[in-house]
């Protein structure tokens, strides 16, 4: 077998994940299974780890993120990075058409394309390498985001041909990822973001790059500063000269013959935008042919070639009849505006969030209110404004609430928080969606428990905690809606399945604020028992990695509470099971790996590792690596030219590898 070099077997992997990667974040049209991209991911990881001398900036593993930033640093564009004159209606759209025809005497098409509403990027690529991506900034001085920009996957660190070229285009939040984002935000009482485009420029404008890599942000490319250069004529030859080199292009783009093509293409998208993934705030239509762009030139601010046809903003108007407030299982309370429904985006909308009550301050939203709502990533409704005029004469600020709806406990403002929280444990609110969380997948998993049928359990007083559940009889069960002797049972017997649950999620099904599926998988790996969970000090938990003060802070104090320590001793009590019973990192490497408990002997010239990496590697998994070959020797690596110790394992009749046997093994095992 021909041997493999490690820079080899590694540029190979890393065109296989480009290619994946391209099919995936730019062609949406992928080419395996998550999986199967992940394996080979980690694969990369393992051989950069082993070595680092091989990793190079335009891997795809170096798309994590950077060190974090003092501030940015300025760039100054090559050529201005220009805005785009409107058209709000169809007269104004005409209105340009007969300006370009003015302005030039030859036949000109026109490229139609979505107008994205993120944020203008420069890319800068010297000899096929990214080395700069910046914000649009004044047009002619923006900020150098390179290292935020490397996150976003749709965006090639390196292009296959060897171009020198600036590119420039939008970066932007989908909707889904906008939604998800804000959702998590708001769960977590962190302000939320208005937009999708706010969501992204605060994403592009983070110091720690490590955030903006999780924020799944993409692009779409539209311009090449000098496409002369590459003999391009049109705008549509730019656009497939992008696509050709790898750069997201947005495919809903047009040509259109004359301006009734493009109103109909307008008219078209006037009605498909809410159904895209991300959100469009208009049209923008370029003169096709770079000779009439040039006889047509610019205005001091915008090329005369090109306009931006702007939708309306989609409002609806309607009127608050009433400010619900819920707790969620945190106590954060949360308003949600109770509305007189209206069709708005192609749904009909009667309930908006206000997120927390600065926001109601901050827009003085009243009950009985005439107010806007718009949908933010073209998906969430949202009061945008009231209508001042049409305010009733009798009308009062909202006041801040000061007690719980629910138990009617004082509310607290929490500093550096915009959410108010109720602070009862015992809030029946609180206690009901805690039962949810701890009977939810990712805790218990207790099947046939769901929101209904936990809650008539509380109110009829059957459960009070979530220890409570363990304590529950058939006949508790037969007295509630719908439940009869079959479901009962089998709600039995997944409620006692599981007690038998590794303690990871116990911990997460407990409901500690911040601690969320993964903290707590990390937090029991290492302590193993709730017992030295709940002694150990704070410095011990911030040791583990990617467990912060937050956490660590929110952990001690939440085992402060006299209540807990019942809950986990009438836990233990029912017989729920209090330890950890998955393995830690170290023992999976060695039941996972082939070197577990084997002596092993390295002989002769070693090409892909040194033999030190060679016997660490080995050693971290698991094997014992000696200096000589005797009947306790269970497998000896030969090398090149390896001599007398070869010589003795094949008398001794010891399994004898290769070099490449040995690679194989250490990819086959499990922390590769
Ligand atoms: S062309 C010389 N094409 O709209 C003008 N812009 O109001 C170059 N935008 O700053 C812009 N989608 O951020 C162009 N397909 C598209 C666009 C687009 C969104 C943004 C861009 C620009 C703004 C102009």
Redesign the pocket.
């Known amino acids: 077998m021909e041997k493999v070099k490690p820079e080899a077997q590694i540029k190979e992997i890393r065109k296989k994940l480009n290619k994946w990667a391209h099919a995936y974040y730019v062609l949406d049209t992928p080419l395996v299974s998550d999986s199967d991209y992940d394996k080979l991911y980690r694969e990369l990881q393992d051989l950069e780890t082993v070595y680092p001398e091989l990793i190079t900036t335009d891997s795809i593993t170096q798309r994590v993120g950077g060190k974090l930033l003092d501030g940015f640093k300025k760039i100054e564009h090559k050529t201005p ?4 004159g409107n058209a709000f209606n169809e007269a104004e759209l005409r209105e340009f058409d007969a300006r370009v025809k003015k302005g030039t005497n030859q036949a000109i098409s026109y490229m139609v ?4 509403d ?3 990027i420069n890319l800068s690529y010297v000899n096929s390498q990214l080395v700069t991506g910046a914000t ?1 900034g004044d047009g002619v001085i923006g900020e150098d985001i390179t290292q935020n920009l490397r996150t976003v996957y749709s965006i090639p660190l390196s292009l296959e041909a060897d171009l020198t070229i600036d590119v ?1 285009g ?1 970066c932007f939040m989908p909707k889904a990822s906008f939604a998800s984002l804000n959702e998590r935000r708001d769960l977590e009482g962190e302000a939320v973001f208005a937009n999708p485009r706010n969501a992204a420029a605060g994403s592009l404008r983070q110091l720690d790059s490590k955030v903006t890599a999780k924020r799944q942000l993409s692009t ?1 490319i ?2 090449i500063a000098n496409p002369e250069q590459f003999g391009l004529t049109s705008q549509a030859q730019a656009l497939d000269f992008l696509d050709n080199h790898g750069f997201k292009t ?1 495919h809903r783009r047009q040509l259109c013959q004359n301006i009734d093509e493009v109103w109909a293409y307008i008219e078209e998208f006037r009605d498909k935008r809410h159904s895209l993934d991300y959100e469009i705030d208009g049209i ?1 239509i ?1 003169v096709n042919e770079f000779s009439a762009q040039e006889e047509l030139g610019f205005t001091v601010k ?2 005369k070639w ?1 306009i ?1 046809y702007k939708f309306p903003a989609e409002e609806a108007e309607t009127v608050i009849r009433d400010i619900e407030w819920t707790v969620g299982r945190t106590g954060v309370v949360t308003p949600t505006a109770i509305m007189d429904s209206v069709q708005l985006a192609g749904t009909s909308v009667a309930r908006a969030s206000l997120h927390n009550y600065d926001l109601i301050k901050e827009k003085d939203i009243r009950l009985l209110d005439t107010v806007m709502v718009h949908k933010a990533g073209d998906i969430i409704p949202e009061v945008t404004r009231v209508v001042l005029d049409k305010r009733p004469k009798d009308s009062r600020a909202y006041p801040e609430p000061t007690h719980c709806p629910v138990c009617d406990s004082v509310l607290e403002k929490i500093e550096s928080e915009v959410a108010i929280r109720c602070m009862n444990p015992l809030c029946p609110a609180q206690i009901k969606e805690g039962l949810n969380h701890f009977v939810s997948r990712n805790a218990m998993n207790i099947d046939g428990l769901g929101p209904k049928v936990l809650e008539q359990l509380y109110d009829k007083g059957f459960i009070k905690q979530v220890s409570d559940l363990y304590y529950l009889t058939e006949s508790d069960l037969l007295q509630l809606d719908k439940i009869k002797e079959k479901s009962a049972n089998n709600i039995l017997t997944a409620i006692n399945a599981s007690k038998t649950n590794s303690l990871e999620k116990l911990l997460f099904g407990l409901g500690i604020q911040h601690v969320g599926a993964k903290a707590a998988k990390l937090i029991a790996e290492e302590f193993k028992t709730m017992t030295n969970i709940m002694s150990a000090s704070k410095e011990s938990i911030n040791q583990i990695d990617s467990i912060g003060p937050v956490i660590v802070d929110s952990i001690h104090k939440y085992f402060l509470v006299p209540g807990a320590t019942e809950l986990i001793n009438s836990l233990i009590s029912a017989g729920v099971n209090m330890d950890y019973l998955g393995l830690n990192l170290a023992d999976t490497l060695q039941v996972d790996s082939i070197f577990n408990g084997k002596t092993v002997v390295l002989t002769g010239k070693l090409f892909t590792y040194n033999r030190r990496e060679a016997k660490e590697k080995m050693e971290s998994l698991g094997a014992k690596v000696t200096g000589s070959v005797s009947k306790k020797t269970d497998i000896v690596v030969a090398g090149e030219e390896a001599g007398s110790k070869l010589e003795k394992a094949l008398e001794l009749g010891i399994t004898v590898w290769s070099e490449e046997e040995m690679v194989e093994a250490f990819n086959e095992s499990k922390d590769n």
């Open positions: 990075m220009m805005s785009l394309e979505l107008k994205i993120g944020l203008a649009r420039r939008e779409f539209y311009t947005n923008v370029k915008a090329p090109a931006a």
